[in-house]
């Protein structure tokens, strides 16, 4: 149950790690509203930053130094905490990538041997190009079939059509999102994975939108794979994960090659390491790793119910102001929305809504997202304005976008 002046407190008091939440542009305040794009980092995992660099730094599995043996400590501490925080039980499941889209594509290169002509990866038509476009290609390149589950009129997932896909292909693999990026719309990933399951596909999922503020247990889910960014849940950019069971990522080839992934390395051929490293060539990013560990015990101190509870009330009523507003259209009224929520207004370009918001101090998405296919096939709009609250943003903050979200259609509107 919603407890108002105890979360305005709580809010006000987890805003104090975000100063630059804490801005001024003239006479207005800043209002952050896109954190499905990416979300601000708090001191303490940018402290967890400089600590590691003026105390512990070193290249990781390399040195028998003492720093390089501290730092490699810290790295796979790392590893186990992000491996708890999902739920998964072994921290080998755990390779750290540059982000959500790297690590879709290192599994379609990795599967590529495994696929041909007869065989068919399916998606939904809600997916991130990062979960659609590595797929389309690996079936370009493969000679799969490349199959789009289609959406019901509110915005989910059209069950009945997924399944009458998954009887008629020899379906390899499915991918879903966990959350859209532009709708909100929250898949049952948990019975999408069985159902998909039953027909003998493996299933990656796309925890990019929602492991911020969704329950996200590979173990309840029983995905082979699931994916997500760093930036997105108060880490840095450049760290990522790609989860998988042991034997989804020991049946992947390793697309990327170098130092730390091997065994022997010999004139003739080469033999690789046993798991996470034959997945990890070069230089890992430890630092991001160590820092998205702090970010996740961070997320647990918060309470991660509670972040979902909370963001999910920011949500509900944004749709509702929003939905006062006669000129308003927002696209899709799925079953569970979380994270965000994106519209568009006839005869008005989402860029000078964007661009007139800036000026009043609130920074909104606009453009495609990176979901062509949803915008252009399924809703035939091109571009759309996105609000995507996150824990530290308040109730006021809505009414500050609302009111400036109103001005801006005055002034476009006259
Ligand atoms: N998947 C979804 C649903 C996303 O929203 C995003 C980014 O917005 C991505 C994947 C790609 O994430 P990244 O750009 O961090 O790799």
Known sequence: MANI????????????EYPILDQQWGNTKLVYLDNA????????????????????????????????????????EARSVVASFIGASDPRSIVFT???????????????SQLGPGQAVVVTALEHHANFVPWQQLCARTGASFIVAPLTEAGDIDREAL??????????????????????????????TAL????????????????????????SVDCDYLVFSGHKMMAPTGIGVLYGKPEALECMEPSVFGGEMVAQVRFEATSFESLPLRLEAGTPNYVGAIALAEAC???QRIGRSWIGEYERELLYALEEKLGRMGAVTILGDPEQRAGCLSFVVPGVHPFDIAQLLDT??????????????????????????????AFYNTQEELDQFVGALEKTLAVLSA
Do not use: M, W
């Open 196 to 219: 998909a399951h039953s027909y003998g596909a493996k299933v990656l999922v796309d925890a990019a939108q929602s492991i911020r503020h969704e329950p996200v247990d590979v173990a």
């Open 37 to 76: 794009a990416t979300t601000q980092v708090p001191t303490c995992v940018l402290n967890r930053i400089i600590t590691h660099y003026q105390t512990d730094n070193a290249n990781v599995h390399r040195g028998i130094h003492r720093l390089s043996e501290r730092s490699t400590a810290a790295l796979e």
């Open 297 to 299: 015990a961070y997320l």
């Open 360 to 389: 009043l101090g609130v920074a909104v998405r606009s453009g495609n997202q990176c979901a062509q296919p949803l915008l252009h096939q399924v809703y035939d709009v091109r571009q759309v304005v996105r609000v995507s609250p």
């Open 163 to 192: 399944i009458r896909i998954l009887e008629e292909n020899s379906v390899a693999l499915c991918a879903f999102a966990h959350v859209s990026n532009v709708l909100g719309t929250v898949v049952p990933v948990a019975e999408l």
């Open 5 to 16: 002046p105890a979360d305005q407190a709580k809010v006000l008091a987890l805003r104090a």
């Open 98 to 112: 540059s982000g959500a889209t790297s690590a879709i594509n290192q599994v379609a290169r990795g599967l590529e």
